[in-house]
């Protein structure tokens, strides 16, 4: 069974910093695109950034390029975002999910605030 | 990257069918076949309900159904139950390895 289970989420200030982390298991991690996809309370789905199979190419929205960073560690199965920068509409549920074109599995999400 | 623009509501009687729309671009939409649409109800994770613009994951009932035109892609559910009540959204593949989703479209069932 595919499972992606993020964590890392929490109440941060205008400013600082956070790591989201996302494992997944049941799947060969190292064989597909990852994403990241944000949704702010009450709003809608936002795409936030991409990786591929071994981290050698990255994507990302214009409202978080240059804050934050994804990458991934295949040995362990691991997907994550860095988060710098953080601003008040960053407050948001962050989703993990698999591939780039349609996404079939997703993760719980884990929320960030940013708020002080 | 501008927002996939979808109705914010729809609604429709146990039994009925209907239809929510999704307008891109000649970019996003207009460009690939891959548009797909998720159900995601009240604190849950989006689950995905059409791909490839038509194509329905296994389990998904043959009552939800996509399509498109141009810049513009549907979803249509058809006799509706009560639990389709929920938040739906579209998302396309918007070329360089990035996806666009839409605002998304509450959909009531009366």
């Known amino acids: 069974e595919v499972q992606l289970v993020e964590s890392g989420g929490g109440l941060v200030q205008p400013g600082g910093s956070l790591r989201l982390s996302c494992v997944a298991s049941g799947f060969t991690f190292s064989s597909y695109w990852m994403t990241w996809v944000r949704q702010a309370p009450g709003k809608g789905l936002e795409w936030v950034a991409n990786?591929?199979?071994?981290?050698?190419?990255?994507y990302s929205v214009d409202s978080v390029r240059g804050r934050f960073t994804i990458s991934r560690d295949n040995a362990k199965n691991s997907l994550y975002l860095q988060m710098n920068s953080l601003r008040a509409d960053d407050t948001a549920v962050y989703y993990c999910a698999r591939d780039i074109r349609w996404f079939v599995y997703w993760g719980q999400g884990t929320l960030v605030t940013v708020s002080s | 990257q501008s927002a996939l623009t979808q109705p914010p509501s729809a609604s429709g009687s146990p039994g009925q069918s209907v239809t929510i729309s999704c307008t891109g671009t000649s970019s996003d939409v207009g460009a690939y076949n891959y548009v797909s649409w998720y159900q995601q109800h009240p604190g849950k994770a989006p689950k995905l309900i059409i791909y490839e613009v038509s194509k329905r994951p296994s389990g998904v009932p043959d009552r939800f159904s996509g399509s498109k035109s141009g810049n513009t892609a549907s979803l249509t559910v058809s006799g509706l139950q009560a639990d389709d009540e929920a938040d739906y959204y579209c998302s396309s593949y918007a070329g360089s390895n990035k996806a666009v989703f839409g605002g998304g479209t509450k959909l009531t069932v009366l």
């Open positions: 990786i591929n199979q071994d981290g050698s190419e990255k």
